[in-house]
């Protein structure tokens, strides 16, 4: 079975340009999050989506970012514009929802490097 | 402010031998506890996990402790082996409708030959 699908697995963009993040969850599954990773705050909840509805976004860290799930099979995450302190490792992950329990199935990843 | 907390970045044992990595919480209403591995370039996998009415499990070479009273827990590798190298990250649970998962910083775990 295909795990979760992530695109670009790196992206190296300007100060300034639009950059979007795109997600594949596993089929079935109905609960997808988006994370980012840094060596000071580890991982961290961006936004999560219910049945692709957007359930909690507290950890969207600014108005740059915004996040998408027109279908249940694909997700995207937006930031515009871009600034180097974006730079990190973005996770989508997904699970098959909360009646099962916390585990999440995440994805290889993108690098974001924003100069 | 973190929830949960991983204060050793990192931590080398020799193969063969124990290794422990360690995680503190603050929040109480945390009632699931989880392990991920994660490779360079990969993306986190679960490894292991704990309910908070239990206070160990084991799988294999791993184990983990809780300490509810403590509020900490602890991954036990025996006997660590050089493709146990990763970085390790805590994650905890409150459950309920929203099933939101707080991740630890990570601690990188280097297993020497």
């Known amino acids: 079975d295909a795990g979760v699908i992530q695109s670009p697995r790196h992206e190296v963009t300007e100060m300034g340009q639009e950059v979007t993040l795109r997600c594949k969850p596993i089929?079935?599954?109905?609960?997808l999050f988006w994370y980012r990773q840094t060596m000071m705050r580890g991982l961290e909840l961006l936004i999560y989506?219910?049945?692709?509805?957007?359930?909690?976004d507290s950890g969207m860290p600014e108005d740059r970012f915004s996040a998408k799930m027109p279908n249940a099979s694909f997700s995207t995450l937006k930031i515009q514009p871009s600034e180097p302190r974006d730079s990190a490792v973005y996770f989508c992950?997904?699970?098959?929802?909360?009646?099962?329990?916390?585990?999440?199935?995440f994805g290889p990843g993108t690098r974001l490097t924003v100069t | 402010d973190q929830q949960v907390k991983q204060n050793s970045p990192s931590l080398s044992v020799q193969e063969g031998r124990i290794s422990i990595l360690n995680c503190d919480y603050t929040?109480?209403?945390?009632?699931?506890f989880l392990w991920y591995k994660k490779y360079p370039a990969e993306g986190p996998t679960f490894l292991i996990s704990?309910?908070?009415?239990?206070d160990k499990n084991e799988d294999g070479r791993f184990t983990v402790f809780l300490n509810k009273s403590a509020k900490h827990l602890s991954l036990h590798i025996v006997p660590s082996q050089p493709g146990d190298s990763a970085v390790y990250f805590c994650?905890?649970?409150?459950?309920?409708?929203?099933?939101?998962?707080?991740f630890g910083t990570g601690t990188l775990l280097a297993v020497q030959p």
């Open positions: 992950a997904s699970s098959p929802g909360s009646d099962r329990g916390p585990r999440r199935y």
């Open positions: 089929s079935g599954h109905n609960s």
């Open positions: 989506f219910n049945n692709n509805v957007p359930i909690d």
């Open positions: 929040n109480s209403m945390f009632d699931y």
């Open positions: 704990i309910s908070s009415i239990k």
């Open positions: 994650a905890a649970s409150e459950g309920g409708a929203t099933n939101k998962l707080i």
